[in-house]
């Protein structure tokens, strides 16, 4: 077993029974693509680990705030985004256990926000079919409840769309001004009119 598989096990604070699960995690598509021998890819298990975290964050949100249905869905969100999963992603460190085919190494896929997210989800569904939902909740209370993220990552579509159906006479016009950088890690500068008034 590899230093990294070990040192992330520690750092999950679990210990996997089946390994293979968590390898598989760790396993992007480009990996598997390149080596074109069944390897399975992280996919269908970040599929899993996205509901496993809708669940247990969406229950904790309910638990614990006496919040109507839309500040519930609100505040899950911003926990669950992809900036909010890169973060506990990096904290775990996955990215150094992450099997990478060689283009993306050389692009530095192992720091690319959407694959650190996608990859703690894949993780989070490995911990799940290893250990069960007992397991996997630990993994996600360890960062759900941190209050200084709360307040930090914002909706802000959710804020604008609210604001549009408080106020019937609006009308939201997106228009895209300028995209930049390579293909797969684009940054695009996008205007917001609200009855032709630019925010």
């Known amino acids: 077993m590899?230093?990294?598989?070990?040192?992330?096990?520690?750092?999950?604070?679990?210990?996997?029974?089946?390994?293979?699960?968590?390898?598989?995690?760790?396993?992007?598509?480009?990996?598997?693509?390149?080596?074109?021998?069944?390897?399975?890819?992280?996919?269908?298990?970040?599929?899993?680990?996205?509901?496993?975290?809708g669940f247990v964050s969406?229950?904790?949100?309910?638990?614990?705030?006496?919040?109507?249905?839309?500040?519930?869905?609100?505040?899950?969100?911003?926990?669950?985004?992809?900036?909010?999963?890169?973060?506990?992603?990096?904290?775990?460190?996955?990215?150094p256990a992450l099997l990478l085919g060689k283009g993306e190494t050389r692009m530095g896929g192992n720091e690319r926000p959407s694959i650190l997210a996608d990859a703690f989800e894949a993780v989070l569904a490995a911990v799940f079919?290893?250990?069960?939902?007992?397991?996997?909740?630990?993994?996600?209370?360890?960062?759900?409840?941190?209050?200084?993220?709360?307040?930090?990552?914002?909706?802000?579509k959710t804020v604008l769309q609210e604001v549009v159906q408080r106020n019937r006479e609006e009308h939201v016009e997106y228009v895209l001004i300028d995209s930049v950088g390579p293909d797969h890690a684009k940054t695009f500068t996008v205007e917001v009119h609200l009855n032709s008034n630019v925010i």
């Open 129 to 156: 079919l290893d250990g069960g939902l007992k397991e996997a909740s630990k993994i996600v209370l360890r960062f759900i409840p941190r209050e200084d993220e709360f307040e930090r990552v914002k909706d802000y």
């Open 58 to 95: 969406a229950k904790y949100f309910y638990e614990n705030f006496d919040y109507p249905e839309g500040e519930l869905t609100k505040h899950r969100a911003a926990k669950v985004c992809e900036n909010a999963l890169c973060a506990f992603a990096k904290e775990l460190g996955i990215g």
């Open 2 to 53: 590899s230093d990294n598989l070990v040192q992330l096990q520690k750092n999950l604070g679990y210990k996997f029974k089946d390994i293979s699960l968590l390898k598989t995690a760790l396993t992007h598509s480009s990996y598997a693509n390149e080596k074109n021998d069944g390897t399975q890819c992280n996919e269908r298990l970040e599929f899993l680990g996205d509901s496993i975290l």
